[in-house]
């Protein structure tokens, strides 16, 4: 596992800093690379022990349906419903249970390239929160996130195999 | 009124061909005198009767087409063979004899090559190299499978006396297994163009279908020597030979088509002059591969396929806009048209007493054991490569797999390439080979889709995404990506990273034209469609208004610049703000002179409404991850492709980002991992002075106004950041863009569009790289760093702050 041999993240304290984060270079060509970074540390923490990081990661294990689910075992990280909860953090930075709109204009803004003005932007926003805002509060929750991708293939766009 | 015309013309041919045998008495006339008229049928025979053909097959497709409720149920392959059928019988009630069938000359050296061209120029590489380890599983294992145990059932079935009395040796029983095994991509593709599977599902069919070539011409071949060698000569060391053979026939094959698609990229890089018949060196190129293949006795249907790949992305960088849409609908026009012809020979070559020889037993169980062995074959190597795969294919989609397993057109050639001394049988062969052929296009075409449909299979994404999904779909592309560097991986993206440094480096520099190279920045690309589009609208304008007379009015012309995606025919301002009826609130206060200029969107997303289209704007300017995109292959439908290259932006705004935070953290404000809101409102000037930080790249950052997301570069930025920096590159001097320097509004007297206009064209001399990534030469910022001046401060020396901005 990348965390304590084969990846770029040195580490002999037995946790991580988002200073090593931001030492991997590609991090930095990648327009979410930061939010990616900052969803490894739970709210107000500052480090992320290897039990947290492999949680984080086990967000991206493929999907496996035939397992069988007894009302006892508790939900799997890499289940759809928490990759899907793990992107929709991606862009509720503030942890407040909805997309609202300029967090969504934040995400757009990293996103698109830099042609795009401003109007622009806030008139995807505003198309964006139109389609999937069910209940007209101007903000996305979390199920009108989950209903409105229904339709995407999770596990495909979602996993990475993990030396399996 | 078309059907009257083609029963004219079937009449005509039947006609005509009856005739020739008259003819041939008249030319032995003595001349008595000078005729005025002579009918010199033999002179020009041949070709007329091709032409006459490729006219015929053609107009059947005309009337199939005109009835698209018959074709949304039948294929048109399977009507097309139908009407072969038709038209051999009329030919044989003519003539009694079947003078036309599709002989293994004409269709392999005349009507196939192209067809294979056509599939690997358009092949969707992405597609087609992440899925290549089960192409080639199916390809080669599947095939000889098959060909094994179809081979070897039908001799075990004939020794149990099922057929009755037949002369068929195992040898030629594996020969026979051989030819009928393999999977046809001519059917392939005729008959799932009409049922847009989903990609993963199409290209492994396809792709099976392409490169099983290999196999069954080894297969083929080996079988071939063997039943030409007899029995009791083939012993072990004949069999290696035989097992070799398939190396050297598949990578040969395919090293062959390399060779011709480098060679002909790099022609296309010399035919500047010669723009109107650049298109046809790659005709001439990959036929040659084709030929050049098969004289090596190597696989020329690799040969062809791996040209058409290795070429693509070559000739459509280096060759003319024209010459490229030529090269396209040229390539469509001939396989379309091969496509076609072959269909309608199939059919005509079975109205042919002297091949059919019946043997109930004999076809049946060809039939039964060829759909049999499919199905097993595919899921027994489907339930081993799923171990490998991240996502597994799906039982249905496995079903489909085998399912589509059609055989066609090579298979019937091959047979009747059969040595009819040494396999008494032959006849019969070829017999069954026809029937097998038309079981699969037509029944298992013709089913095809209900299958699809009733199995609900997952169809190709043909109906537009939300934004919400296509958004979405980035963030899992980055999150993905970045996981993976985070993980240390060295997943498909590593290999694909890998590949790409390679091929910038090495084959870009050499294959492509230097006009091509610059092209690759896509902000030009960009730029250069908005200028195209610009010169169309203005035209277009000019017309509505009767004259360009509005042209001279100064203030129009700059509001004719002004790009915010909306019509162009409303450009003049006074009659904006009635006409539009956009109800985008933001959009009513005229932002003046926002230029030509290539940080605007480009113009495909401009609409007939008033609306911006957010998905057109999202399509084009969403960053596409490293791992890369959708693709469609179709017969009938021609994308372009565009390349993007954005590694630059991401990485100046993510380090502007970091700093901002940074600074903000420094400065007592918000915590770090908070991401600073820019509104429109947002008056406060940020600026960032260089620090030597960790996480600084090359350049300081101001960032002002009302546009924050537009980066303002000053010049002397260079600091050392061993993590980002590993080759001492000489940093890049900056200098403000213009069009960003002011933030002032309509007050400024020269419109910002012509000085950028002034600045260009940038000349390579001063063109500088912005960074050392090793994955792009090529720099987003040419345009501003074209005049700046050679020397560069590389000292760490504050810069004076920019203006104030002003108020907006």
């Known amino acids: 596992m990348g965390f304590n041999g084969t990846s770029p993240l040195l580490d002999q304290r037995g946790e991580l800093r988002p200073e090593d984060f931001g030492a991997i270079r590609e991090l930095s060509m990648n327009p979410i690379g930061d939010r990616i970074i900052s969803a490894f540390f739970s709210p107000g923490k500052e480090t992320v022990d290897f039990a947290s990081f492999v ?66 932007l806030q008139s995807i926003a505003e198309r964006a929160i139109q389609e999937a805002d069910l209940d007209q509060d101007d903000a996305i929750s979390f199920d009108e996130f989950r209903k409105s991708l229904e339709k995407v293939d999770i596990d495909h766009k979602m996993s990475i195999r993990f030396l399996s | 009124m078309t059907s009257a015309h083609l029963l004219l013309l079937i009449c005509l041919i039947s006609g005509v061909t009856s005739v020739k045998g008259d003819v041939a008495l008249l030319h032995q006339e003595v001349i008595t005198g000078i005729s005025i008229v002579t009918f010199k049928w033999n002179h020009v025979k041949t070709p007329y009767l091709v032409a006459l053909w490729i006219l015929v097959a053609v107009l059947a497709k005309l009337v199939i087409e005109s009835f698209p409720s018959v074709t949304n149920v039948i294929p048109e392959s399977a009507l097309l063979i139908c009407f072969g059928w038709i038209l051999g019988g009329i030919i044989w009630a003519a003539d009694l004899q079947q003078t036309f069938s599709l002989t293994p000359t004409v269709f392999f050296y005349f009507l196939l090559p192209q067809i294979i061209l056509d599939a690997g120029y358009s092949m969707p590489n992405k597609l087609f190299f992440t899925n290549l380890g089960g192409i080639l599983l199916y390809a080669i294992l599947g095939t000889v499978w098959c060909a094994a145990t179809l081979g070897l059932s039908l001799w075990g079935c004939q020794a ?23 999977v046809d991509p001519v059917a392939v593709l005729a008959v ?63 090293l ?45 249907i690799l040969s062809v396929t791996f040209c058409g790949v290795s070429c693509q992305k070559y000739l459509n960088s280096n060759m003319a806009e024209s010459s490229v849409n030529t090269v396209r609908y040229v390539m469509k026009v001939f396989a379309n048209g091969s496509e076609t012809i072959i269909f309608v020979f199939l059919g005509i070559s079975a109205i042919d007493k002297t091949i059919w020889v019946w043997n109930t037993g004999f076809v049946l169980l060809t039939l039964f054991f060829t759909l049999v062995y499919r199905f097993i074959g595919t899921f027994i190597q489907t339930w081993w490569l799923n171990q490998y795969r991240l996502v597994p294919i799906a039982f249905i989609d496995q079903l489909i797999m085998s399912y589509g397993g059609l055989r066609g057109a090579v298979a019937y050639g091959l047979a009747t390439m059969l040595d009819d001394q040494r396999i008494k049988e032959k006849k019969l062969m070829i017999g069954t080979t026809l029937i097998v052929v038309y079981f699969t296009v037509i029944l298992q075409g013709v089913t095809m889709k209900p299958f699809v449909t009733w199995l609900k299979v997952k169809r190709a994404a043909v109906a537009e995404v939300t934004l919400i999904e296509k958004v979405q779909n980035k963030v899992f592309e980055h999150s993905l990506v970045a996981i993976e560097d985070i993980s240390g991986q060295i997943g498909d993206n590593y290999l694909r990273g890998k590949w790409k ?230 940093m890049a001097p ?75």
């Open chain 1, 55 to 120: 949680r984080i990661l086990a967000h991206f294990h493929p999907t496996e349906t035939s397992r069988s689910r007894d009302g006892v075992q508790p939900e799997p990280a890499n289940s759809r419903t928490r990759k899907l909860k793990f992107a929709f953090q991606l862009y509720d930075q503030d942890r407040d249970g909805k997309i609202s709109r300029e967090e969504l204009l934040q995400v757009l803004r990293t996103m698109l390239e830099m042609q795009v003005t401003e109007e622009q």
């Open chain 2, 160 to 182: 149990g006396g099922a057929m009755g009395a037949l002369d068929i040796g195992l040898l030629q029983y594996l020969l026979f297994g051989s030819l009928i095994a393999a």
């Open chain 2, 192 to 254: 799932f163009e009409q049922v847009h599977v989903n990609e993963v599902l199409f290209i492994m069919v396809f792709g099976e279908s392409l490169l099983n070539d290999g196999v069954t011409v080894v297969l083929f071949n080996v079988f071939d020597a063997f039943v030409k060698l007899g029995g009791p000569r083939i012993n072990a060391v004949e069999i290696i030979k035989g097992i070799i053979s398939f190396f050297v026939v598949a990578f040969g094959g395919s």
């Open chain 2, 256 to 300: 062959v088509g390399l060779a011709f698609g480098l060679l002909v990229s790099l022609l296309s890089k010399y035919t500047k002059n010669i723009q109107i018949i650049e298109p046809g060196f790659i005709f001439v190129l990959g036929y040659l591969s084709y030929l050049t293949a098969d004289m090596l006795s190597l696989s020329a």
């Open chain 2, 501 to 730: 440094i390679f091929e910038e480096k090495w084959m870009s520099r050499f294959l492509l034209t230097s006009e091509a190279r610059k092209k690759q920045d896509y902000i030009f690309n960009v730029f250069h469609q908005l200028n195209l589009k610009d010169a169309v609208d203005y035209v277009d304008e000019g017309e509505r208004r009767g004259s360009l007379e509005f042209v001279r009015n100064e203030s129009a012309f700059i509001n004719f610049k002004k790009k915010l995606g909306d019509e162009f025919s409303e450009v003049l301002p006074d009659i904006m703000a009635a006409a539009s009826d956009d109800p985008d609130a933001m959009r009513r206060d005229p932002v003046s002179s926002v230029s030509l200029q290539m940080h605007e969107k480009t113009m495909q997303g401009t609409r007939e409404t008033e609306d911006i289209d957010a998905h057109h704007l999202l399509q084009q300017h969403l960053y596409k991850g490293r791992k890369q995109h959708l693709h469609r292959y179709s017969r009938n439908h021609l994308d372009i492709n565009t390349d993007d290259n954005e590694v630059q932006e991401i990485f100046q705004r993510t380090m502007r980002n970091r700093l901002e935070s940074f600074k903000s953290a420094k400065m007592g404000l918000a915590p770090a991992k908070t991401i600073t809101k820019h509104t429109k409102k947002d008056q406060q000037q940020k600026v960032i002075f260089i620090y030597s930080i960790e996480y600084m790249g090359y350049y300081t950052i101001a960032s002002g106004g009302s546009f924050p997301f537009r980066v303002n570069y000053k010049a002397g930025a260079g600091i050392e950041n061993p993590t980002f920096m590993p080759d001492p590159d000489p």
């Open chain 2, 734 to 808: 900056m200098q403000i863009p213009p069009w960003q320097a002011e933030d002032e509004p309509d007050g400024s007297t020269v419109s910002p569009s012509q000085r950028a206009q002034v600045r260009l064209p940038w000349t390579p001399t001063n063109l500088r790289r912005l960074a050392p990534l090793r994955i792009s030469t090529q720099s987003t910022d040419s345009f501003a760093q074209a005049d700046t001046p050679a020397s560069q401060e590389k000292d760490k020396k504050w810069p004076p702050p920019p203006p104030p901005p002003s108020d907006k």
